[in-house]
């Protein structure tokens, strides 16, 4: 349709009789002289909008679920993010709390055996020098550690100090298979040495052949010349098998370490050791075994078969008079002969 003059003038005309009609409606509410129109409109139009809708609402619905997910999966991120950091954060507490449960139980050790020594952590693990079971700590020359220095922690002997850098040290552990320690039988004093054998139990050799030793006994290091490699009385561990007696010169018995050497973290290096040899002072104590509960059954009386009672049990019936006992039969005897004789 062309621009013209005429059409520019029957739009204006269809405008105004729009609008013109949009009044009348309004202002006739239900009894609007185009009430019927609109209602035949809508009844021509109205599949046609719910066709167009139903068409048109999925896609809008995908858009906003698009949207939706969106911002679903930033705050997941941010609660994820949040998570992982208290995790850390957790964790963190954990080792922390951890680490200083070894170091006051290492401390309580140094303190019962009155060893002097230099806190350590374990920073390496490995066959640093050769050596199959090794560990290197994070102390050295400048630290005052010296070679052959004894390393405990709060379970016992870890091990002794094999080659000192600047700043850290090589460490051999008591499970070593050359490593040897004399060692000293709680009580008994019977003496012997205990050489390493990775992961199974530490196999020590009594020098008394006939030594009396059972599975549960513990020992401790012996020491050694001017305390070195060894200080006196550090708990090395308990037997868990003994091998039968030969007739040799010596006993093996199997020894299981108190230190789990796969599980190292906080170590002490003794650099003072003690003015008199702690003994036994050292070992842990031994728990106390549980009291033993006694129950006493008391018997309760039953009646019976002739019709009597069993002690304890009482043939009178509700009703019945009290059983006179014999004094007092024999007062009511005597009562009645005197009012007998009275005349």
């Known amino acids: 349709m062309r621009d013209t003059r005429e059409s520019r003038l029957l739009l204006v005309l269809l405008i105004a009789i729009a609008f013109a009609l949009i009044t009348v409606d309004i202002r006739g509410g239900q009894e609007s002289p185009v009430d019927g129109a609109r209602q035949a409109a809508a009844a021509v139009f109205g599949p046609v909008e719910n066709g167009v809708a139903s068409a048109v609402d999925p896609i809008g619905n995908a858009i906003g679920a ?12 941010a609660l994820e993010q949040e998570n992982a950091a208290l995790k850390a954060r957790l964790g963190s507490d954990d080792r922390n709390r951890s680490r200083l449960r070894e ?21 390496a693990i490995g066959a640093a020098q050769g050596f199959s079971w090794t560990v290197t700590i994070d102390v050295g020359a400048r630290d005052g550690i010296r070679r052959d220095m004894t390393v405990l922690n709060g379970a016992g002997l870890v091990g002794r100090v094999t080659t000192v850098g600047p700043s850290t040290s090589t460490v051999l552990l008591a499970n070593d298979p050359d490593f040897t320690v004399g060692t000293r039988m709680e009580k008994t004093d019977e003496l012997g040495f205990a050489t390493g054998q990775g992961d199974r139990p530490l196999l020590v050799q009594l020098l008394n052949g006939k030594a009396k030793v059972k599975p549960g006994d513990r020992l401790v290091t012996f020491g050694s010349q001017a305390d070195k490699p060894f200080v006196p009385g550090v708990p090395v561990g308990e037997v868990v098998r003994v091998d039968p007696s030969g007739g040799g010169l010596t006993r093996n018995v199997y020894v299981r370490p108190y ?3 796969t599980k190292l973290d906080i170590v002490g290096v003794v650099v003072q050791a003690p003015r008199t040899d702690p003994r036994d002072m050292v070992l842990p104590q031994k728990p106390k075994p549980a009291p033993t509960v006694t129950v006493t059954v008391t018997p309760t009386p039953t009646a019976t078969p002739s019709g009597g009672t069993q002690p304890g049990r009482s043939t009178q019936q509700p009703g019945d008079q009290p059983a006179q006992k014999p004094d007092d039969q024999n007062q009511a005897q005597d009562q009645s002969q005197d009012q007998g004789e009275t005349p």
């Open 259 to 261: 230190v789990g050497f």
């Open 103 to 123: 170091l006051d139980a290492m401390l309580k050790t140094a303190g019962a055996g009155q060893y002097g020594i230099k806190g350590a952590e374990v920073i």
């Open 66 to 77: 698009v949207r939706d997910s969106g911002e679903r999966h930033n705050r997941i991120a």
